[in-house]
């Protein structure tokens, strides 16, 4: 988020500022850009969030030229695969009133009847459905961690500045009159500050900060994005199945969304093994006859998502 940010605006005619990005790990390890999914869709209720899918699915078209540096164009395995939505009798309506939505902002996303679903998927178990919504193209995946890479490595190129002295810029915050080391930014001298710190760090920062808008700001904002997520492996052979594969191979990623007193905490990137074979698994099998053949991929394959 940082990272588009400074080249959103670097790259901007308009623009004629300058632009710091201060980040507290340059490896992006724990970043949401390298544990997600790095997915892209429209198939939202919200028309904002269909018009960013939209935007987004445009951009990453683009990206080899607009991110291309000395000549060096970034690679981003975008793959539109699609998300497929299934529905029950009382989500139908639901589902095409998002669809009506969808369509009217431009998005390319099938509304199918069963009969239709079968024909286009007819490894699933349709027991159930009364409709479904499939991204016919702008809806799959990318590489989100080349992604982050092409923006910084872009950006640079454009004039923004780069740093990891996070603890520096929250003291010059608190202590605006000390004085500094050499090359150091005021924090209080900066006319716009974006915090991009993530579900759990953007609140703990507003809190070092120690201004009283960015105390409140910490206070009443809520950010429960987390999920949990398991990688698990294909019995080779199958390919029926590798449609559903994440990335193209023969594994895929799948996860809930939690009850509120099962959901973890932000930082909490191990996933719940009981809640896969308990919940998820079942659910799989039942709607995707394959999925009772599955195996555990190797330790360490785990993933959140």
């Known amino acids: 988020m940082g990272s588009s940010t400074a080249y959103h605006l670097a790259a901007h005619p ?17 970043a949401a850009s390298s544990l997600s999914l790095s997915s892209i869709r429209q198939q939202f209720s919200s028309p904002i969030n269909i018009r960013v899918g939209l935007y987004g ?26 998300y497929l939505y299934l529905a029950s009798e009382a989500g139908a309506p639901i589902l095409a009133a998002n669809h009506a939505t969808q ?3 431009g998005a390319d996303i099938l509304l199918l009847t069963p009969d239709a679903l079968q024909a286009r998927f007819p490894f ?3 027991e159930g459905i009364a409709a479904a919504a499939w991204g016919r193209s702008g809806e799959g995946w990318f590489d989100g961690y ?3 890479q092409a923006f910084r490595r872009k ?25 500094r080391a050499a090359g150091e930014w005021r924090a209080d001298r900066l006319r716009r500050f974006v915090n991009a710190a993530g579900a759990s760090g953007a609140a703990r920062l507003a809190r070092q900060m120690g201004r009283r808008n ?11 994005v987390q999920r949990q997520g398991a990688h698990r492996e294909m019995p080779a052979g199958d390919r029926r199945q590798r449609r559903l594969c994440a990335h193209g191979s023969e594994s895929y990623i799948c996860g809930i969304s939690p009850p509120e007193a099962e959901d973890p905490d932000c930082d909490d990137f191990d996933v719940i093994w009981p809640q896969f074979e308990d919940v998820i698994w079942p659910a799989l099998a039942h709607r995707i006859p394959a999925f ?9 394959r785990a993933i959140t998502i």
């Open 124 to 126: 699933l178990n349709g």
């Open 103 to 105: 369509i009217a902002e």
């Open 292 to 300: 009772e053949n599955l195996r555990p991929a190797a330790p360490g």
């Open 57 to 82: 699915v445009a951009f990453l078209r683009q990206a080899r030229d607009l991110l291309a540096v000395d000549g060096e164009a970034p690679d981003l395995s975008l793959t539109e695969n699609g």
């Open 214 to 224: 960015s105390r409140s700001f910490a206070q009443t904002l809520r950010l429960p």
């Open 14 to 30: 308009g623009f004629s500022g300058r632009i710091l990005v201060v980040d507290k790990d340059m490896t992006y390890r724990q």
């Open 146 to 148: 080349m992604l982050t």
């Open 155 to 179: 950006a640079r190129s454009l004039g923004v500045a780069l740093s990891r002295r996070r603890d520096r810029f929250d003291r010059a915050r608190r202590r605006p009159h000390r004085r």
